[in-house]
């Protein structure tokens, strides 16, 4: 199989994003007042626009390898985020396969994917015993706050991502 240039950058930038993402949900938990907890995923925006310019298998390797960072860096557990991200990439290519991608498109993607990977987080918490939330702190504390950050971030980094891409996309 022959790469691209644009192929072989797609792992270390996903890789950086998600760093970048602890540190973001870090310092916004830090200055949201209350218990309030926040996560952002500038790793599934980014993968967003990864997803229409590399093949599926490539995509789900690539998840996979970021889910077990994932799990090992910050959960320090194998296997919840190495399940849940190829499962989040297909769901992605499913969405992708009938739909256009504009900005609306992507919006309501971006948020299905974030629900869906904080909701099996969280059931798969409670199935193991990490958690003892309840569904209601769970919601209300950490799922709602965390769809409206990454919403605001969305569509403060569109602009930046789409010239990003069209600018590839002319080379």
Partial sequence: MRYTKFDLIILPVLFLL???????????TNFIPGVFSVSTYLLFIGGLYFAHRVSLPYSLLTFVLLGLVYDLYYLKLVGLATTIFPLLVIILYFFFRGVDNNRWTNVIVLLVLIFHLELVSYLFARLFQLTNLSVFI?????LLPTLVVNFLL???LQPLFDSIFRITNKT
């Fill in 138 to 142: 769970f919601v209300f504390y950490n």
């Fill in 154 to 156: 969305f569509v403060v």
């Fill in 18 to 28: 998600l760093l970048v993402d602890g540190q973001l949900s870090t310092l916004l």
